[in-house]
């Protein structure tokens, strides 16, 4: 009985300790005033390997451009801070408190494809000194940059060793760093000063792999050290060794489709016998070969990364295998298509899955674009011919959702749905709509028939060869 209790005493007073030093989260208050009553949303990259991002939190900006939010941050982290279709980031350490102001090029705000434009979030910290992680890594990058800028064709023809090392003695010296891994910032400028080592040393992989890489600390949320990691194995297996030839790849992919017997041929290859760099350099390299498909089977190389995921011992390897999956199968014609929900005209919800058992052709414009306007000629035709197989769907992706009355109303011959995106900007990532023209059709199922779909002036063929009964199998 005492020693029930002895134990329940212990596992009380543990508890109590981890709940007394559980992180606080990060506090971030800011003034964005070019984005007043705008919804700003917070995200992670879930992995830096395929950098699929995570949403993290999300809040309004209020009328006077004010807002605050309180992020979960068990160690330092890349924040990504998104309004409308701009981004911009930052790093944010655990526990601390930031004060923003947000900046843009408002011409370009209110845009479809602002990041495209080049538009981006710029943030200023306040009470930044030089103490403060930004800004000793914006500091560094503004001064790496100009280093890169002067001497890289010095660099890249390879000059003499002893100029080469005097170059880099000069900023080296000017960013003296430790040799303490959990230092963030120490390690962002050694792998920043990695990949001019990598330019130099281009086929000194030896080398470049025992000064970097043979280590067992993995920085998996520091994006210099995994650029460095991704660009130095970058196409490393269809290259091939001495220890892994083009015949291994194929055996193991196409015929046997086993993935602990590829994990072991690949540790044969002295810079892969790290087990945890091995397994994130597979990942990264089936994920490649993907695009390789005359060559590799690629019903093995998913059925390979599902392994991976599923038998990894390291939870950010999962990550990476099903965030990679999710990648190469996004919109891929048969798959299954995300779910959205738009705004009709008449402020009704329809979502994908009310129109199973039909086609659906949905289409996407705005109202500058002038393109996606005439494309509406041609879909006025194909409506009248197939309105009763084919579900016609326009979505405006103006922000001002005003807009979608005023122009049905003065386009009263276009009879078709229309609706609104309802500033779901998921539903923009979701379908990957970053430029117009673009427009895609569904099978009765909702899955994937034609991404992007055939331009307009194809259509016609197009939907006369789907209901066309020899062809027709559904």
């Not at 917070?42 to 949403?55: A, M, N």
């Not at 011409?107 to 992680?133: M, Y």
């Not at 008449?346 to 009310?354: A, G």
């Not at 002036?457 to 060869?465: A, H, I, L, V």
Request: aromatic content about 16%; proline content about 3%; charged content about 20%.
């Amino acid at each position: 009985m005492k020693l029930l209790f002895k134990t329940i005493l212990i596992a009380l007073f543990a508890c109590f300790i981890s709940t007394s030093h559980a992180l606080k989260p990060v506090s971030i208050n800011g003034i964005a005033p070019f984005a007043k009553g705008k919804e700003i949303r917070f995200y992670y990259y879930d992995d830096l390997l395929s950098k699929t991002k995570i949403l993290i939190s999300s809040t309004k900006i209020n009328d006077t451009g004010f807002f605050s939010v309180k992020i979960p941050a068990l160690e330092t982290r890349e924040l990504i801070i998104n309004i409308n279709t701009t981004e911009g980031s930052f790093f944010i350490e655990p526990e601390k408190t930031y004060q923003l102001t947000l900046f843009t090029k408002e011409q370009l705000f209110n845009s479809l494809n602002a990041t495209l434009l080049g538009n981006s979030i710029n943030i200023r910290i306040k009470q930044s000194d030089s103490n403060e992680l930004n800004w000793k890594i914006n500091y560094f990058n503004q001064y790496y940059n100009y280093f890169l800028y002067k001497h890289a064709p010095a660099i890249i023809y390879l000059v003499d060793q002893s100029i080469y090392d005097s170059l880099m003695n000069i900023i080296i010296d000017k960013f003296p760093i430790s040799d303490n891994p959990n230092d963030f910032y120490s390690v962002y400028v050694k792998f920043r000063l990695a990949e001019i080592d990598r330019i130099y040393y281009k086929k000194s992989y030896d080398k470049l792999y025992s000064k970097y890489l043979d280590s067992k600390y993995i920085y998996y949320h520091n994006p210099a050290y995994m650029d460095f990691l991704t660009a130095f194995f970058n196409n490393f297996l269809y290259s091939g060794t001495k220890y892994i030839t083009k015949q291994i790849l194929y055996q193991n992919i196409n015929d046997l489709n086993n993935y602990f017997r590829l994990l072991d041929e690949l540790g044969k290859e002295p810079m892969l016998v790290n087990e945890v760099i091995r397994e994130i350099v597979l990942i990264q390299n089936l994920k490649s070969l993907f695009s390789y498909h005359e060559e590799f089977n690629l019903v093995n190389i998913l059925s390979l990364l599902k392994k991976a995921g599923e038998n990894t011992k390291f939870p950010e390897h999962k990550k990476m295998a099903e965030n990679s999956i999710k990648q190469l199968m996004l919109l891929q014609k048969g798959t299954t298509a995300p779910d959205f929900t738009l705004k009709t005209i008449h402020n009704e919800t329809i979502k994908l899955s009310d129109f199973k058992g039909k086609y659906i052709y949905l289409h996407f414009f705005t109202t500058d674009c002038q393109e996606c306007i005439r494309e509406m000629l041609i879909i006025k035709k194909l409506h009248e011919t197939y309105s009763q197989k084919v579900v016609f769907i326009s979505v405006l992706l103006d922000f001002e959702t005003t807009r979608l009355y005023h122009f049905v109303n003065s386009h009263p011959e276009f009879k078709w749905k229309f609706a609104h995106f309802d500033n779901d900007f998921s539903f923009i990532d979701n379908y990957k709509v970053y430029a117009l023209p673009l427009a895609i059709i569904f099978d009765k199922k909702g899955n994937i028939l034609s991404y992007p779909a055939p331009d307009t002036e194809k259509m016609t063929s197009y939907f006369f060869s789907l209901f066309d009964p020899i062809n027709q199998k559904q």
